[in-house]
């Protein structure tokens, strides 16, 4: 069975400063690898996402994510965030070995002061 | 890109009643629709996966016979609350896997419904 871990509830940053925003996985097969981002009473918006190749993955809005196989890792950064960056984070996977079943964290909100 | 609407946006309703929301993908065909449900603060959880013109798949625990799913056609998928009670109340979100020029591995998100049952 598939899973999703975001270890932080709650990430802090200042204004320009650079953001991660942590994600691991468990998959049978292949993973496929998704960040999107929702801003309150919205739905989701799609960021990014990591199917094959290069592993560092350029996505919307100046974001980008770093698939890491031996860590089963794929964390969310952006070089210098911005206040309206605020938002909550979801990081969801999908077994590429077959099915469209796809599991969601449990997601991080992301605080960036001024 | 692809777009999915959910109609309505929010409704109220009084307990016993039954609601429908609406899952349209609006420029592609959506050969499978997925409705999530999202509690205040917290993730999405699958509820059920529909192909059209066949039963949907239910997650474990959701009640296939409170919350009925009809996928009638590629671009339409229905979510039925039936009976709705204060504890439904909750923030329900489909999404649509994409073909031809949305692409396969593509999944798109609807907006959401947000429904509140006094």
């Known amino acids: 069975a598939q899973s999703v871990a975001q270890p932080e509830d709650q990430v802090n940053v200042a204004e320009g400063n650079p953001l991660t925003v942590k994600c691991t996985y468990s998959v049978s097969g292949n993973p496929y690898l998704f960040w999107y981002v929702q801003y309150p009473n919205r739905g989701l918006q799609f960021l990014l996402k990591?199917?094959?190749?290069?592993?560092l993955v350029k996505g919307s809005y100046g974001f980008e994510a770093e698939f890491n196989k031996s860590q089963t890792s794929f964390h969310l950064k952006k070089p210098s965030a911005l206040v309206s960056d605020s938002a909550l984070y979801f990081c969801a996977v999908r077994d590429g070995a077959g099915g469209f079943k796809t599991i969601f964290g449990a997601g991080t909100r992301l605080f960036v002061k001024a | 890109g692809a777009v999915v609407s959910q109609h309505p946006s929010w409704v109220i309703c009084k307990s016993g009643t039954s609601v429908k929301i609406e899952c349209r993908s609006l420029d592609f065909q959506a050969t499978t629709m997925f409705w999530y449900r999202q509690f205040p603060k917290q993730s999405l959880m699958l509820m059920a996966t529909s192909n059209e013109g066949s039963k949907a798949t239910y997650e474990q625990g959701v009640e296939k016979d409170k919350f009925l799913i009809n996928h009638a056609s590629l671009t339409l998928s229905t979510l039925t609350v039936t009976s709705a009670h204060p504890e439904d109340s909750s923030f329900y979100i489909c999404s649509a896997r994409g073909g031809g020029l949305a692409g396969d591995n593509e999944q798109f998100f609807g907006p959401g419904t947000r429904l509140t049952v006094l």
């Open positions: 990591y199917i094959t190749g290069d592993n």
